[in-house]
Nanobody
Framework: QVQLVESGGGLVQSGGSLRLSCAMS????????VSWYRQAPGKQRELVAV???????NYADSVKGRFTISRDNAKNTAYLQMNSLTPEDTAVYYC?????????WGQGTQVTVSS
């Protein structure tokens, strides 16, 4: 059974940083494209960042230059380094892993940025 577990969320002041982790168990992590999504209260879930199996990355315009997605296949873990956080980044952050029609979601981790 494939599981994704996010961690690293919390409360941080505006301008601060957090690093989220997404750990996979039950499958070969390296074959999956991994994405981070977020959902703020009253808003739709939005794509934040993607990293392919080759390590190519893409970001939403709202986080470019501030967030960095990475992966460590040896640890079956993906990361989202978030810098220069603003209250607009407050949301539940979800990890997603997909591979040829299969996809899995984590349970989400709350990020709250105070002004």
């Amino acid at each position: 059974q494939v599981q994704l577990v996010e961690s690293g969320g919390g409360l941080v002041q505006s301008g601060g940083s957090l690093r989220l982790s997404c750990a996979m168990s039950g499958s070969a992590f390296s074959i999956y494209v991994v994405s981070w999504y977020r959902q703020a209260p009253g808003k739709q879930r939005e794509l934040v960042a993607v990293i392919t199996t080759d390590g190519n990355t893409n970001y939403a315009d709202s986080v470019k230059g501030r967030f960095t997605i990475s992966r460590d296949n040896a640890k079956n873990t993906a990361y989202l380094q978030m810098n220069s956080l603003t209250p607009e980044d407050t949301a539940v952050y979800y990890c997603n892993a997909r591979f040829i029609g299969r996809q899995y979601w984590g349970q989400g981790t709350q990020v709250t940025v105070s002004s």
